[in-house]
């Protein structure tokens, strides 16, 4: 009954090779966004969505590309993966009205080899 | 513009003793703040938050923060700590347009 759900957990992968990340959340939210932790813990935002609707963009590469089927998914996927694209990325999803608090996906760690 | 900023990065504190983490943001509008924890290998889950109303926010796992508006800050605490406790600690600001902006986290190690 995980409220939000990533696969996969890690990811091994060389570099140059394109990937994607899924997330699924089962609660009803309307916005769901993408974090990015790097290895020093700091977490910062890379995009959101709100019913299915970008909303934030933040300076992230073109080789990052956000897809959103419906309002419950937002995918991820990478082109061309960098070495400093190894990363933990964390899903997120919350709802308006419903005190502004996230529900966090547990994450999914990226290594580019 | 709005940031948040986590005074210490860690804070290695014994066992049954106090603690306290610290978060100053900057805002020039009406904010709501939010206390994460991250254990190990985990995702990040809400402590408390601050949306309104009294200034002390009781929160999961004993832990409360005050929210102090004329010194900007809103700072965690627990009076007395466990092992279990140990983790990274984030403060966040809500922002307007669905964004929430992270502090760069403290990290809490418990000594037995």
């Known amino acids: 009954d995980t409220a939000v759900s990533q696969t996969p957990k890690y990811l091994v992968t060389q570099m140059g090779n394109d990937k994607s990340i899924k997330c699924e959340q089962n609660l009803g939210h309307d916005t769901m966004y993408w974090y990015k932790q790097d290895s020093k813990k700091f977490l910062k935002i890379m995009f959101s969505y709100n019913n299915k609707e970008l909303i934030i963009n933040e300076t992230v590469p073109n080789r990052f590309s956000p897809k959103s089927p419906d309002k419950a998914h937002l995918n991820l996927h990478i082109n061309s993966l960098e070495l400093g694209d190894s990363a933990v990325y964390f899903c997120a999803s919350s709802q308006e009205g419903q005190g502004y608090g996230y529900t966090f996906g547990s994450g999914t760690r990226l290594t580019v080899v | 513009a709005q940031s948040v900023t986590q005074l210490d990065s860690q804070v290695p504190v014994f066992e049954e003793a106090p603690v306290e983490l610290r978060c100053n943001y900057s805002?020039?509008?009406?904010?709501?703040l939010f206390w994460y924890v991250q254990y190990p290998n985990q995702g990040l889950q809400l402590l408390l938050k601050?949306?309104?109303?009294?200034?002390l926010v009781k929160g999961i796992n004993g832990f409360e923060a005050e929210f102090n508006k004329s010194q900007t800050s809103f700072h965690l605490r627990k009076p007395s700590v466990h092992i279990s406790d140990t983790a990274e600690y984030f403060c966040a600001v809500y922002k307007a347009s669905y964004q929430l902006t992270f502090g760069k986290g403290t990290k809490l190690s418990v000594i037995p």
């Open positions: 601050y949306l309104s109303g009294s200034t």
């Open positions: 805002s020039s509008v009406s904010v709501y």
